[in-house]
């Protein structure tokens, strides 16, 4: 009886030690499952922005199919925020890093940080750190659109207007008048697309008059709230509106609409943008907007989502892996842009 006993004693504890063994070993293989769960710390200047919704969507898309997941921050258009960020997914021991940066200055700091990390860090439509920096560490990327080409486009398309329109000379000053509607202080895009658009119009052998530059932080409201105090000032001097961005320029319009431009013929004048969103699109069918250029968000979200993939596999970014054109040096990747207008708004279709 005895015997017995000890017996399934003994049993009963080789039993539970190789239960307790399999569900250690278990543990350990959920562990390493959760090991290998890669994620992706994303942070975005603002999620209320229209066209870094639109990015974040196109990633989340591309996210869906693979298997890294998304850790996204939003930095509220506050520099401290996004430093907050920056280092809370740093800590969290992401895999890859991504920064949508509104502090051009601290970029040397941040790749610092992703190279104490060991982990791939990539600039997504900003300003890009300068080679020096971005050469610093093999593991640092910037992608955007060529902001210049959007300033362009946008000059070319005011001078078309101007040369085939005399009656666009609305104070017949021989200069075109403009406004011009700025993103943000200091953002790359913001600086490109202003500097440009009217560089372009003078090397066109326009010349032109700046009625007034106006910070409208990208946002449609604040546009149509200067807009009009502008048009209440200058109302018979405004030969054309310049808009960093589709949002600000449908602000401009609601403020020209408002003010009984867009009536008729005679009351038109000229608003551009950037972008080629989808409710910039609808503008340019309306006949309001004249003219964009796309700024795809779909190719900027899932060329991120295609970069931190190849990286994941231990793969160079190259114009071949990639599908995109990469500098000679491997670290960035511009995007292009592509003129719309009335007459080709199926090419802003994404
Ligand atoms: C877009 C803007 C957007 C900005 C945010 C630009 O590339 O054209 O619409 O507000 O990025 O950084």
Not at 47 to 72: C, H, L, P, Y
Not at 153 to 182: C, F, H, T
């Amino acid at each position: 009886m005895k015997k017995l006993l000890s017996l399934s004693l003994a049993l009963l504890l080789a039993f539970t030690m190789t239960a307790c063994g399999d569900a250690s070993a278990s543990e350990e293989a959920g562990k390493a499952g959760a090991e290998e769960q890669l994620v992706a710390g994303m942070v975005w200047y603002n999620f209320g922005d229209t066209f870094i919704t639109a990015t974040r969507n196109a990633v989340s898309d591309a996210a869906e199919g693979g298997n890294i997941k998304i850790d996204a921050a939003d930095s509220q258009v506050d520099i401290s925020t996004q430093t907050n960020n920056i280092n809370n997914l740093l800590t969290k021991d992401v895999d890859f890093l991504t920064i949508n940066n509104i502090n051009p200055a601290g970029a040397p700091e941040y790749i610092a940080k992703a190279k104490e990390k060991d982990i791939p860090v990539i600039f997504v439509n900003c300003d890009s750190p300068s080679d020096e920096d971005l050469n610093s560490y093999d593991k640092a990327f910037h992608i955007s659109s060529a902001a210049e080409q959007s300033g362009y486009i946008q000059g070319d398309l005011a001078s078309q207007y101007w040369n085939e329109n005399p009656a666009a000379d609305r104070n017949g000053n021989g200069k075109m008048d403009y406004i011009m509607l700025v993103g943000m202080q200091g953002n790359y895009d913001s600086k490109m697309r202003t500097e440009k658009s009217v560089e372009r119009v003078i090397e066109n052998g326009i010349e032109v008059n700046l009625i007034q530059e106006a910070l409208c932080n990208w946002q449609r409201a604040e546009a149509q709230n200067q807009v009009a105090s502008i048009i209440a000032a200058r109302r018979d001097d405004i030969d054309v509106i310049f808009a960093n961005n589709d949002d600000m320029a449908l602000g401009a319009i609601e403020a020209l609409k408002a003010s009984g431009f867009f009536a008729d013929e005679d009351s038109y004048i000229p608003v551009l943008g950037v972008d080629a969103t989808k409710v910039g699109v609808e503008a340019i069918k309306e006949g309001t907007l004249m003219g964009s250029s796309l700024n795809n968000p779909v190719i900027l979200g899932s060329t991120v989502y295609k970069m931190i993939e190849l990286l994941s596999e231990g793969k160079e970014i190259t114009t071949e892996t990639l599908g995109r054109t990469v500098s000679e040096d491997g670290n960035h990747i511009w995007l292009d842009y592509v003129q719309i207008t009335a007459e080709n708004t199926e090419d802003a279709e994404y």
